[in-house]
């Protein structure tokens, strides 16, 4: 038989027994917080219900803790009596892990329409009784009933526009009870009637919050950030109080530190005479804490007093719920805030100098992935013009993207590669993909902690909401602002740090202070042991990975430098040439340009490891279109068309490219080798210590490497010799890996074409279905995004054990995009010398090595 367990009962057990609200309540309640009577089902009976469809004794468990909380507030559950209103409780869910918004909750359960009379007796305002019925019936209707919103929203909206009011507290006793009618007889007509017994209305929300573990918002978000579809989510059933009974009441969210920025002190919102569904669903926009001082300064002297005493207890930054019913402060839940990076490093930061916290525990407390976005941009305000609109800047940072106003949209549009806005009303937890998808978020309703605020900033993505000079026709595609019209696919520039809006592509400028970053990495140095670097192709990116902390790069890839304009001609030319003097012509031109590059790149990062990959494009990307050819018509167009068909491929990225092309072309090698050997040579004639390296793509077999080390080995008996390794990213030079280790110096994984080799997928076409199968749970997270551990990992530890046992000396880093994926880091941390990302990521590969030393200290593989 399942056990419930009172707030009392169940001080010891964790999280994942109690869920994060259920844990926070009883750790409130124990401190001596103002905190309603509750019981907590356990996530035990969540799963035995989506696995058997019941749960044997949970009825009877319920029923003897029911008992328990009229006894602790002495009122009867669903019935009054004489003076005394009746018992009614809040059914929320709480995960283990933080879930904001996903899940659902049903607020003023056990009422009916007998009970309404009694509450109104009892309070003496029929008003907020009626009030407090129609929520009932609106909310048990949308949860359970599954009754869509729009359909109690239209008439909610009606009754406004009846009484000429703009917001559904203007709404008298009579209004709300008409209402309150009209939502029963709406359920009627559509098969699913509000049932009138308190205890089938407790037994419905606890299933229905329940089967809401598995509702699509919430399996998205579960794929998003990685948690356990297994967990499944405890049920909080907790005493109401109420915020609706008047001026003198209202509910609020807190948070005890500013969740953007960081900054300490409390900061918040409340609203007056509402329930707290009001505040999170964005549909009023409240007002912020500080309000609070002057109609109630006594409730805002507890509430930060409140606030500090959390922060102490729980030594991290506290997000938290509270209602004031007729003056008098209750907390309903507690949890760790969602914040931004910029908010992250600061409070990590700051809370580890105020002694609250050590500096393992800031190092671990920042989430390594979220770094990149402290680096966003912000609006250029010296050429900006005039925003076109101003909301209330709910996540930092400034983005440019196209208009979309529904999750569809948001998928086209990035499926064509264009960046995005999503634009709401207001945003609900089913529009979480779009908002992930999105780079900007824009709500016409809400304030700094709706739905829109809180999921944005855990997303990362700047956000504004409450623009109240918005007006959004999803439906149609299209908003207003003052008569100007914005249509699907319009280019908006939005600024969350200030609230701002702009019609058009705004200039933006790059980041600001990062002072409390560095500082935070500079804590983290001593724990790291592996190494980081970046990829980088030009002297501007090498100098902006030194510049972020890169150790050298781990992959300079020589094909991007071939795309400017001025050099493609030359690479058609060397592809297309039809005997060796017209490929004699185009090697001298790229030689040059070459050698240049490297200059640069080996100048920026003087001192430190460059490791070059030599040519491995598939050949079509540098050749003309075939359409343009037929176009043009001409003879020389016809020449080059025939010779474009004669190379054109089937699969041309499993075609003629990496160490095929080089063995087959060797000239190409040789200019390409040449060229950085040069480079070299003439920098330390300048004085500089430059530190090239070479290493060859895309081998299968440890005979392609003898011939390309027998191509190097001529030129660095001329200009001496360079580490010259392999990248290792088809499974077979995996498995054969103790063949071709000792034929190099290092290998370095290229986890981006092995994680396709090895999956059998393309990362050009896999968006096609990945949605899908991570929607259907086939795959648990994206390959292309974060190492495989089971397969492409296998491969990695078996290449490495194999590797090192050939060739002790053998150096091994990590060069696909996965070095910039904190978990990926974590993973071959053990493993491998060093990882190497795209210049910004270097800071999430920084981080991650060193919380991965602080959790999990190793011996890497095959060293004593």
């Not at 941390?829 to 991965?852: G, H, I, M």
């Amino acid at each position: 038989m399942v056990q419930v367990y009172l707030l009392s009962e169940a001080r010891g057990l964790g999280k994942e027994v109690l869920g994060g609200k259920g844990f926070g309540l009883v750790e409130m309640a124990q401190a001596g917080f103002p905190v309603p009577p509750a019981f907590i089902v356990p996530t035990e009976a969540c799963r035995a219900y989506l696995k058997e469809g019941a749960v044997p004794g949970l009825e009877e468990a319920v029923a003897a803790k029911m008992a328990a909380l009229e006894g602790l507030v002495g009122k009867r559950f669903g019935r009054g009596e004489g003076a005394t209103p009746p018992l009614l409780v809040s059914v929320r869910s709480g995960a283990p892990v933080s879930m904001p918004g996903m899940m659902d909750t049903i607020l003023n359960l056990g009422l009916t329409l007998e009970g309404v009379g009694a509450l109104a007796r009892a309070t003496g305002n029929p008003r907020f009784a009626w009030d407090t019925f129609r929520r009932l019936v609106q909310m048990y209707g949308e949860v359970v009933l599954g009754v869509e919103a729009q359909a109690f929203e239209a008439l909610l909206e009606e009754a406004k526009r009846g009484r000429g009011v703009g917001a559904d507290s203007a709404l008298g006793a009579e209004d709300l009870e008409e209402l309150s009618f009209r939502f029963l007889r709406l359920l009627e007509e559509r098969g699913t009637p509000f049932p009138m017994d308190p205890w089938a209305q407790l037994q419905g929300a606890i299933e229905a919050v329940f089967k809401s573990w598995q509702n699509p918002r919430a399996r998205a978000y579960r794929r998003i950030y990685g948690i356990p579809e297994e967990m499944g989510t405890a049920v909080v059933v907790q005493a109401m109080v109420f915020g609706n009974l008047g001026e003198d009441s209202g509910t609020g969210v807190g948070f005890t530190r500013n969740p953007a920025t960081g900054e300490k002190g409390l900061y918040g919102e409340y609203l007056r005479n509402a329930q707290g569904e009001d505040v999170v669903a964005g549909v009023r926009t409240p007002e912020p804490l500080e309000a609070l001082k002057a109609y109630a300064p006594g409730v805002y002297e507890e509430l930060r007093g409140v606030a500090e005493r959390l922060e102490r207890h729980f030594r991290d930054m506290q997000d938290f719920e509270f209602t004031v019913e007729r003056g008098r402060l209750f907390l309903l839940q507690t949890r760790s805030g969602k914040r931004t990076a910029k908010a992250a490093v600061r409070i990590a930061v700051e809370m580890a100098e105020e002694g609250l916290i050590s500096r393992e525990e800031a190092l671990l407390r920042v989430e390594a992935n979220a770094l990149p976005g402290l680096l966003r941009p912000e609006v250029d305000r010296e050429k900006a013009p005039k925003p076109l609109l101003k909301g209330l800047p709910a996540s930092p940072g400034a983005a440019i993207g196209h208009a979309v106003f529904s999750n569809e949209a948001a998928e086209r549009l990035s499926a064509q590669g264009l960046p995005t806005i999503l634009v709401r009303p207001e945003t609900t937890p089913e529009d979480i993909t779009g908002m992930y998808l999105s780079r900007g978020i824009l709500t016409a309703r809400g304030g700094l902690t709706s739905h829109a605020a809180v999921v944005a900033r855990g997303l990362g993505v700047p956000a504004v909401v409450g623009a109240e000079a918005l007006r959004v026709f999803p439906e149609a595609g299209r908003a207003l602002v003052d008569g100007v019209e914005i249509r699907e696919g319009d280019l908006l520039t939005l600024d969350g740090g200030t609230g701002e809006v702009f019609l058009g592509a705004v200039p933006l400028l790059e980041e600001g202070d990062t002072a409390l970053l560095e500082k935070l990495l500079a804590w983290a140095e001593p724990h790291r042991r592996l190494g980081v670097r970046a990829n980088a192709d030009t002297p501007e990116d090498a100098k902006r990975a030194r510049a972020l902390g890169a150790e050298g790069i781990g992959l300079c890839r020589t094909e991007h430098m071939f795309f400017a304009q001025e050099r493609l001609p030359y690479v058609q030319r060397l592809i297309l040439a039809k005997d060796e003097e017209e490929e004699e012509e185009a090697l001298k031109h790229l030689f040059a340009f070459q050698k240049e590059d490297f200059k640069g790149i080996l100048k920026a990062m003087d001192g430190l490891p460059v490791t070059v990959r030599l040519l491995d494009p598939p050949l079509h990307e540098f050749l003309p279109s075939e359409e343009e050819l037929r176009k043009r018509g001409d003879e020389e167009a016809k020449a080059l068309l025939e010779r474009v068909e004669a190379l054109k491929e089937v699969n041309p990225m499993l075609g003629f490219r990496g160490v095929r092309l080089l063995l087959l072309r060797p000239k190409i090698f040789r200019m390409q080798l040449r060229a950085l050997l040069e480079a070299a040579r003439e920098l330390r004639e300048e004085g500089l210590d430059p530190r090239p390296e070479v290493m060859v793509p895309l081998v299968a077999d440890p005979k392609e490497v003898e011939r390309a080390r027998a191509l190097a080995e001529e030129l660095f008996q001329e200009y001496g010799p360079i580490p010259f390794g392999t990248m290792l990213e088809t499974p077979r030079a995996c498995l054969l890996a103790g063949e071709i280790a000792p034929l190099v110096d290092f290998f370095s994984f290229g986890t981006n074409d092995l994680t396709q080799m090895t999956f059998g997928l393309s990362r050009d076409d896999a968006g096609r279905f990945l949605p899908r199968y991570l929607e259907e749970g086939l795959f648990p997270f994206d390959p292309t995004e974060r190492l495989d551990e089971k397969g492409v990992g296998r491969l990695l530890q078996l290449a490495v054990e194999e590797g090192r046992r050939a060739n002790p000396r053998l150096k091994l880093g990590l060069c696909g995009e996965h070095g910039g994926e904190a978990g990926s880091v974590r993973f071959v941390e053990p493993l491998l010398d060093y990882v190497s990302a795209s210049p910004y990521r270097v800071l999430t590969a920084r981080l991650a090595a060193a919380q991965a030393g602080l959790e999990r200290p190793r011996v890497p593989v095959g060293v004593e």
